[in-house]
């Protein structure tokens, strides 16, 4: 079993910054891949970001050059640092840990509010 539990999302201006926080426990953190993923008011959850146990990274196309996510296996925790932050980046984010041969896990969620 895999807990998974974010933090550091909020109420920001258009052009603001934000980090976001994931930290896990119940899993060997390091095997896993991490990702942030978002659902906007009235839409479908989609992919922002993610970094497997290697370190590679993806990101959607909406949020490269503003997005970077790291993690930091010491601390079985994944980051998502969001600058220049606009209107549209409004959602719900969640992170998500993803390794072979095992279910997908998901935390419950923090919101991310930018005003414009």
């Known amino acids: 079993q895999v807990q998974l539990v974010e933090s550091g999302g909020g109420l920001v201006q258009a052009g603001g910054s934000l980090r976001l926080s994931c930290a896990a426990s119940?899993?060997?953190?390091?095997?896993?891949?991490m990702g942030w993923y978002r659902q906007p008011p009235g839409k479908q959850r989609e992919l922002v970001a993610r970094?497997?146990?290697?370190?590679?990274?993806d990101y959607a196309d909406s949020v490269k050059g503003r997005f970077t996510i790291s993690r930091d296996n010491a601390k079985n925790t994944v980051y998502l640092q969001m600058n220049s932050l606009k209107p549209e980046d409004t959602a719900v984010y969640y992170c998500?840990?993803?390794?072979?041969?095992?279910?997908?896990?998901w935390g419950q969620g923090t919101q991310v509010t930018v005003s414009s």
């Open positions: 998500n840990w993803r390794a072979t041969l095992t279910p997908d896990y």
């Open positions: 119940g899993s060997i953190f390091s095997i896993a891949t």
């Open positions: 970094i497997s146990s290697g370190g590679r990274t």
